[in-house]
T-cell receptor, first 112, second 111 residues
């Protein structure tokens, strides 16, 4: 079945630690996105990538980094510079920009 | 920056009552999308509206895009308990690549 797979489902970060969230898609989509969701708020865009080896900052990129070495994969690293990382992280993909988004099941990140 | 405002934040209804959520943008949108997120789940695409004044229906759900392409609404007729969740609008702007989400309206349905 085609879809987007995020792992892990739950992740805990210690002080000063970098953690990486995985996102893999087999939909053959060019565009991939990372959103952050906080309780009672909408989805805020962290980074997006239109094609392999290219990515752009979203509205809240500080403290995060990404790579897009393969079309299928778009991992997100939450660095120690992100002081408030506790949130629900959603990865999405689309055939191209301004098209419907397909979301993964999300990763809940918490700070120990 | 570009923002999509969505109201209300919460809505409690009795099963069988109607429900409406509204989205508004200060600038013209190229299209607007609607998503539903069940509690504990991820957003799922419902529909995309592209044309000025467009109205689309999906069973009990009616979606509208304003004439100026700055506002949109989602109306649910005769809500059911299966309608519970958060409904998000998401707008795209001409020339942009980012989809901007509203804060969502969380719907509670009492049986």
């Amino acid at each position: 079945d085609g879809g987007i797979t995020q792992s892990p489902k739950y992740l805990f970060r210690k002080e000063g630690q970098n953690v990486t969230l995985s996102c893999e898609q087999n939909l053959n989509h060019d565009a991939m996105y990372w959103y952050r969701q906080d309780p009672g708020q909408g989805l805020r865009l962290i980074y997006y990538s239109q094609i392999v080896n290219d990515f752009q900052k979203g509205d809240i990129a500080e403290g995060y980094s990404v790579s897009r070495e393969k079309k299928e994969s778009f991992p997100l690293t939450v660095t120690s510079a992100q002081k408030n990382p506790t949130a629900f992280y959603l990865c999405a993909s689309s055939t191209r920009g301004a098209e419907k988004l397909f979301f993964g099941s999300g990763t809940q990140l918490s700070v120990l | 920056g570009q923002q999509v405002m969505q109201i209300p934040q919460y809505q409690h209804v009795q099963e069988g009552e109607d429900f409406t959520t509204y989205c508004n943008s200060s600038t013209t949108l190229s299209n607007i999308q609607w998503y539903k997120q069940r509690p504990g789940g991820h957003p799922v695409f419902l529909i995309q509206l592209v044309k000025s004044g467009e109205v689309k229906k999906q069973k009990r759900l009616t979606f509208q895009f304003g004439e100026a392409k700055k506002n949109s609404s989602l109306h649910i007729t005769a809500t059911q308990t299966t309608d519970v969740g958060t409904y998000f609008c998401a707008g795209d702007y001409t020339g942009g690549f980012k989809t901007i989400f509203g804060a969502g309206t969380r719907l509670f349905v009492k049986a």
